[in-house]
């Protein structure tokens, strides 16, 4: 039969009171142990300490009136999407819209059209009469000649000062639309020629 006082003993050899001094030493030291170890800072606190002081730097290199003009325009920016029903700032553009962007800036020359009022022309006419308006829109860049690379080189190296060139080829209307005529408010009739592109290309 076992008596139910008895305690057990991983050190079977040692007296119990060499066991309670022991372990009362061992937990001593180890919670000493756990007290003199020094604890490690999460990972995100780092990351967040690091953003904290790349922020701060970055913003002692800018002036007043730049600080000024950069929270009128954080403030501008949550207005809008609070207007539009947005719950969150965007601060930073998604890459998606960089990409639409850069297809929309790389987009071939072309003919489009659009369908404005005559007194919308800004040619000084009072008109309340529609006219279908085409125009050339897009880019030239697989358009470049062996002109506009040594024009290029001409200018940034000086060799070309006074003059105004352009070293790069633009969409323009390489032919024109009908004349287009029309009343102005006082009854008036006018007809004007070369207003809509009618082909595009770059020159």
Same mark, same amino acid.
């Given at each position: 039969?076992?008596?139910?006082?008895?305690?057990?003993?991983?050190?079977?050899?040692?007296?119990?009171?060499?066991?309670?001094?022991?372990?009362? #030493?061992?937990?001593?030291?180890?919670?000493?142990?756990?007290?003199?170890?020094?604890?490690?800072?999460?990972?995100?606190?780092?990351?967040?300490? #690091?953003?904290?002081?790349?922020?701060?730097?970055?913003?002692?290199?800018?002036?007043?009136?730049?600080?000024?003009?950069?929270?009128?325009?954080?403030?501008?920016?949550?207005?809008?999407?609070?207007?539009?029903?947005?719950?969150?700032?965007?601060?930073?553009?998604?890459?998606?819209?960089?990409?639409?962007?850069?297809?929309?800036?790389?987009?071939?020359?072309?003919?489009?059209?659009?369908?404005?009022?005559?007194?919308?022309?800004?040619?000084?006419?009072?008109?309340?009469?529609?006219?279908?308006?085409?125009?050339?829109?897009?880019?030239?860049?697989?358009?470049?000649?062996?002109?506009?690379?040594?024009?290029?080189?001409?200018?940034?190296?000086?060799?070309?000062?006074?003059?105004?060139?352009?070293?790069?080829?633009?969409?323009?209307?390489?032919?024109?639309?009908?004349?287009?005529?029309?009343?102005?408010?006082?009854?008036?009739?006018?007809?004007?020629?070369?207003?809509?592109?009618?082909?595009?290309?770059?020159?």
């Amino acid at each position: 039969m076992f008596n139910g006082s008895r305690k057990y003993s991983p050190l079977p050899s040692s007296p119990s009171s060499s066991r309670t001094s022991s372990s009362s #030493s061992s937990s001593s030291s180890s919670s000493s142990l756990l007290l003199a170890a020094p604890r490690r800072s999460p990972r995100a606190l780092q990351h967040h300490s #690091s953003l904290l002081s790349q922020y701060s730097s970055l913003l002692e290199s800018y002036t007043e009136g730049e600080i000024r003009q950069l929270i009128s325009a954080l403030v501008e920016r949550y207005s809008q999407a609070m207007n539009s029903g947005g719950h969150e700032l965007p601060l930073f553009p998604r890459s998606g819209s960089r990409r639409k962007r850069a297809r929309a800036r790389h987009k071939p020359c072309a003919l489009k059209e659009l369908e404005v009022s005559v007194s919308e022309l800004g040619l000084g006419y009072e008109s309340d009469e529609t006219v279908l308006f085409r125009y050339c829109s897009g880019t030239c860049e697989a358009a470049v000649r062996s002109y506009d690379l040594s024009l290029k080189s001409m200018r940034s190296k000086k060799r070309i000062k006074k003059e105004k060139v352009r070293a790069r080829p633009c969409c323009r209307p390489l032919a024109y639309d009908d004349d287009v005529s029309f009343l102005d408010a006082y009854n008036r009739y006018y007809t004007v020629n070369e207003l809509s592109a009618k082909e595009c290309g770059c020159v």
